[in-house]
């Protein structure tokens, strides 16, 4: 389906999943959780999307990539005057965010299960991909800078990704599966929850994702993904220090479409290919397109 929208046609939520960027579980969870939207519905249940709907939806991420939560963003829209609305509505959510930021911080360093679970129940539900991103590298951040922060780091990182993974358990068994694959595969140096990201990225852009470990060589992973037809690489390096890895076999198999998701470092740096986009740390989230 083209993604020029006809004003009077209704979508099923698969197809708003595929415009917006925003999956299933994550539609149905703020409908119900926020009444964020109410769709509407066939004789069996099903959920049917409008024009307007898809609009509110893009609204709402470009508010939720500037900060604002997703319990103030119905508030946000409809007060008035809006810029003025807007602006107080960043100001609240800075304060909050910084407020949540605290007490993930607090309950990873003391290993309190409960409460961080209750704490990712709720970033997990109300953020989209970016702004989650940003929050959780900022807390592995924080954690670093801890007296002997390696248990609390561990623990962090573990029920973050366990997290992340249950999102992924319901990508990979659904019905129908996107025909386009690609793999992602992530530096030794990058934590696994980020790789785990970038793959629930990929499924979310209308991809299947096949997240390969950096215990299988790349020259490998490539030799496999030609041989199986597979379309695109994701290679994720955090910090961009893994260059000699990645440049030498994008470069030899140039004739795959590949992306490298890293650093502001790559600013300035010459791609490995015609087929290669590098992608700063500003930039992973962008949409993408074989």
Known sequence: MSDSIDQNALYPIREVARLTGINPITLRAWERRYNLIEPVRT????RL????????LHETLRL??????ISRIQAVISEAPPRQTHTSAVAMSTDQNHALLEKIVLAAGQLQVQALERLLDRVFADYSLNPLRMLLVEVDAHLQQQENSTVSLVFWRSSVLRRIQVRLHSA???????????????AANTPAYLGALVTLFAFEQGYQALAITEEVPLDQVFTLAKSLSIQALIFVDQDASATAQWSTSFAKYASMRTWLFGSEQLTGMQPASVNCEL????????????
Do not use: C
């Not at 004789?43 to 099903?46: K, L, R, V």
């Not at 999307?49 to 509110?56: A, G, K, L, R, S």
């Not at 939720?64 to 939560?69: D, K, L, S, V």
């Open 49 to 56: 999307y409008t024009q307007e709907h898809i609009d509110f």
């Open 172 to 186: 990979y068994t659904q019905p129908l599966l996107p025909n386009k694959r690609m793999v992602i595969y992530k």
């Open 279 to 290: 992608r700063a740390w500003s930039q992973w989230f962008a949409p993408l397109g074989l």
């Open 43 to 46: 004789e069996s249940g099903h």
């Open 64 to 69: 939720m990539e500037e900060g604002i939560p």
